[in-house]
C-alpha cells in the first residue's frame, strides 16, 4: 500500500525503513542528501511547482516520503490467524469516522499502545489519505490496517475466536469504562463523531462503556476518547 507521509521528524523517525521508495525535496532540504545517501534511499530534488500540488494545511516542510508498506495482514481471515497465536491482542474497530484528524490521532495512538488491527469500513468512512498519514506522524507504516465491507460481520467472526468486545457508547447501560473487565483479547469498538456507534454493533457487543464526565462537557473527541480506553486495556492487560 503506497502512500504519503510528510516532515523532517516523520523523515527522521523511518530513515531506516526498508520500505521508503522515494523521497522528494526542495532546494532548501538540500542538506538531507548525506542522510538519504548513507541509507541507500533514492531522492528527487523539487522545485515549488511539485509542492504545491499538496494542500497548505498538510505543512509538508518540503519533505515528501513514499512510502510502499507491505502489509502482511490485510483480511479478516488472516488476523484471525495471526492472533490465534498470541495470549493477548488488541482490536480497533472503527465505524464512520469522518474526520481526517482524528482517524490519524487515532491511528498514532494505536501505534503506541501496542494494537494489532484497525479495522474500518470501505464506506461512510475517511480512507487514508495525505491529511490521515501526516496527522498519524508516520504510524500507518507500522499497522495492520484492514478495510471491511461489514463490521457486524467482523464483530461476529472476531468473537468466534475468542474475543470479548467493548462499545464506547453514552447510553444508560454503559458501565464506566475502569469498572469494566478487559479480556486478554478484547476488541474496542468507536465510532461517528456525532452519530456514534451504529445500534446493531451496539447490540453485538459484550460490553458498553463510557467515560465519564466530571465536567460539564458531556463528551470527548473520539480519539481523546480511544487513547484514553487503550490506555486502560493496556494496563490490565499488559
Not at 490519524?104 to 489519505?129: F, P
Not at 462503556?209 to 486502560?232: C, D, R, Y
Request: a positive charge.
Amino acid at each position: 500500500m503506497a502512500h504519503n507521509l510528510f516532515g523532517k521528524k516523520v523523515l527522521m523517525d523511518n530513515i531506516n525503513s526498508k520500505d521508503i521508495i522515494n523521497v522528494d525535496l526542495s532546494k532548501q532540504n538540500r542538506y538531507l542528501i548525506s542522510e538519504l545517501n548513507k541509507h541507500h534511499i533514492p531522492y528527487k530534488i523539487r522545485d515549488d511547482t511539485f509542492f504545491n500540488t499538496f494542500p497548505k494545511q498538510l505543512n509538508h516542510q518540503g519533505i515528501v516520503i513514499t512510502i510502499d508498506k507491505k502489509q502482511t495482514i490485510t483480511t479478516i481471515e488472516s488476523l484471525v490467524e495471526f492472533t490465534n497465536l498470541k495470549t493477548r491482542s488488541v482490536i480497533l474497530v472503527i465505524d464512520s469516522i469522518q474526520d481526517p484528524q482524528n482517524f490519524g490521532s487515532i491511528l498514532r495512538t494505536c501505534d503506541a499502545m501496542k494494537v494489532d488491527a484497525i479495522i474500518y469500513k470501505k464506506n461512510n468512512q475517511v480512507q487514508i489519505n495525505d491529511f490521515v498519514s501526516k496527522t498519524s506522524m508516520g504510524a500507518i507504516q507500522h499497522l495492520n490496517l484492514i478495510k471491511v465491507s461489514n463490521l457486524n460481520q467482523v464483530i461476529t467472526t472476531l468473537k468466534k475466536t475468542g474475543f470479548w468486545s467493548y462499545v464506547s457508547t453514552l447510553t444508560e447501560n454503559s458501565a464506566p469504562y475502569t469498572k469494566v473487565r478487559f479480556m486478554p483479547k478484547t476488541v474496542l469498538i468507536v465510532g461517528n463523531e456525532e452519530k456514534g456507534v451504529s445500534q446493531l454493533l451496539t447490540k453485538l457487543a459484550d460490553f458498553q462503556i463510557k467515560i465519564p464526565m466530571l465536567g460539564k462537557v458531556q463528551s470527548l473527541n473520539v480519539s481523546v476518547a480511544t487513547g484514553i480506553i487503550l490506555a486502560e486495556i493496556n494496563r490490565q492487560i499488559s
